[in-house]
């Protein structure tokens, strides 16, 4: 996943932002996610987020709007409530993206890139 240095530094600004917020820091990937990672590989884990954002938050009208991500189950689910991704509502309140359209390519690959930003730093840990 591309991104240039203006995006990159927006995404290490806001993940610094969300890391205050005492909600969103409390998401971290657990050991069984981390293996899960490490065994399906990033470029799948890429691929995953892709389909999560394109089938769950990119549509107009979004169904289920606040409750089409859950809470466990995957490292894209986890990183998308520690990310403000989980939902239209969020990306409205933290992203200023309009919940009344369909996303912009732009914004999916925002959106991406910031998930994988977020699970390539907790990989790390």
């Not at 409530?81 to 369909?102: F, N, S, V």
């Amino acid at each position: 996943m591309e991104i240039n240095e203006i995006q990159r530094k927006y995404i290490e600004n806001k993940l610094k932002i969300l890391e205050q917020s005492k909600f969103r820091s409390s998401f971290h990937l657990k050991k069984e996610l981390k293996e899960y990672v490490t065994k399906k590989g990033m470029s799948q884990i890429e691929r995953h987020c892709h389909d999560f954002i394109i089938q769950k938050l990119a549509p107009y009208p979004t169904i289920k709007d606040g409750k089409q991500t859950p809470m466990k189950g995957h490292p894209v689910f986890i990183a998308q409530h520690a990310t403000a991704t989980c939902c239209r509502g969020c990306l409205k309140k933290w992203y200023k993206i309009p919940k009344d359209r369909p996303l912009q390519d732009r914004e999916i690959k925002f959106i991406e890139a910031i998930i994988i930003e977020w699970i390539n730093k907790e990989m790390a840990k």
